[in-house]
């Protein structure tokens, strides 16, 4: 018998109408379009606007944009995983109030967080939930409102995130078509680096965490793109040197949009040119968990049946990993 894969069999996205271009920062604090453009690569980013409104908003509008590009139904889902960092609530979960609106009544849901890295982590378990046999159907939601934990007097980390969230329908197929390897790594060696400080067990919200603006994101730039931009390359190489696939046969990289001069270094490395690029930095900024399956989204008219998608992906933690996957559809 054929081995089951897990195959990607729609995607769904969204991102909020709100752009924060460069021209609206350079108002804000001190920067430039032309010092955001070089160093990062980014020209706008999506922001969420609206009281009470979190990431579960963002994710039911990509899932209804799935339901609609796919005509399928989801009331069948075994599984609901939310990779995100800025889940709507510390508790309860964002998958299980999602499981709800989607009258998927006999799902199971979890947020995981892996930082940027997270939804690259998300896809593994749920295509390891599909290649079990014991699932047939598991949404793989990758997003964040990053505008929720972004301190906009702090020029180093406000010009770089962005508001969005993708998602992914996975199931079985018995053509060979899916996630056919994939590499995941952590090293708590980046917990400095890349930090929201406060908020946690061990420095619970204070009026003085607050003050302190410790329940914002806190990034040591230069330290995080050393690492990423040497491991982000390197677990690409490796997947694909161990599943022998050279650049002529991978179609697309599908890297994390956290800097154009990370992208362009992993896509050097496995020496593959810039048409075979996924990029969406430009527009969005870096959406952490929304990156990969927004990228997807984009992309979705120009993936045929067949072709060789290697993703790739760093974050805080530090967390990092590749994933090696074969389309399973034609465009529409
Ligand atoms: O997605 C999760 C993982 N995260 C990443 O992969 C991010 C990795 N890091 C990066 O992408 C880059 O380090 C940044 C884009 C965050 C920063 O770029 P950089 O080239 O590493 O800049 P830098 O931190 O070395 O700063 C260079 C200069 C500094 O000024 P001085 O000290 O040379 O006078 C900064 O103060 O640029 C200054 N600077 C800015 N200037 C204008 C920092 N942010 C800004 C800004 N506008 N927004």
């Not at 005509?71 to 999602?98: C, H, N, R, W, Y």
């Not at 990156?291 to 790739?312: I, M, N, R």
Request: charged share 20%.
């Amino acid at each position: 018998m054929n081995k089951t894969h897990a195959a990607i069999t729609a995607i769904g996205g969204f991102v909020p109408e709100y752009r924060l271009t460069n021209a609206v920062l350079e108002t804000m604090i001190d920067t430039s379009d032309e010092w955001i453009t070089t160093r990062t690569g980014i020209k706008e980013r999506r922001i969420l606007k609206g009281e009470g409104e979190g990431l579960s908003v963002m994710a039911l509008e990509a899932i209804e944009d799935l339901k609609k590009r796919s005509g399928k139904s989801l009331e069948d889902v075994d599984a609901v995983i939310v990779s995100t960092v800025t889940p709507d609530m510390p508790v309860a979960s964002t998958a299980a109030f999602i499981c709800n609106k989607i009258g998927a009544k006999n799902a199971f849901g979890f947020d995981l967080q892996a930082a940027c890295s997270g939804w690259l982590f998300a896809l593994s378990t749920g295509a390891s939930y599909i290649e079990s046999g014991r699932f047939k159907k598991v949404l793989v939601i990758g997003g964040d409102k990053m505008s929720s934990i972004i301190d906009y007097t702090d020029r180093t980390t406000c010009v770089i995130f962005g508001d969005g969230c993708g998602v992914a329908l996975l199931e079985p197929n018995n053509e060979g078509y899916g996630v056919q390897d994939f590499i995941l790594r952590s090293d708590g060696v980046g917990r400095d680096f890349l930090k929201i400080k406060a908020g946690g067990s061990m420095y619970p919200p204070t009026a003085e965490t607050v003050a302190n603006r410790e329940h914002f994101v806190y990034q040591e730039g230069q330290q995080v793109f050393k690492f990423a931009v040497t491991n982000m390359a390197e677990v690409a190489a490796n997947i694909m040197d161990r599943n022998s696939l050279t650049a002529d046969n991978v179609d697309w990289l599908v890297p994390h949009q956290a800097n154009k001069r990370i992208i362009d270094a992993t896509a050097k490395r496995m020496g593959v040119s810039d048409e075979k690029v996924m990029l969406n930095i430009q527009r969005y900024g870096n959406t952490t968990n929304g990156t990969l399956p927004l990228c997807l989204w984009d992309y979705e008219s120009q993936l045929k049946k067949g072709d060789t998608l290697v993703f790739a992906a760093f974050g805080g933690g530090f967390t990092w990993g590749a994933i090696y996957l074969t389309w399973a559809y034609d465009p529409k």
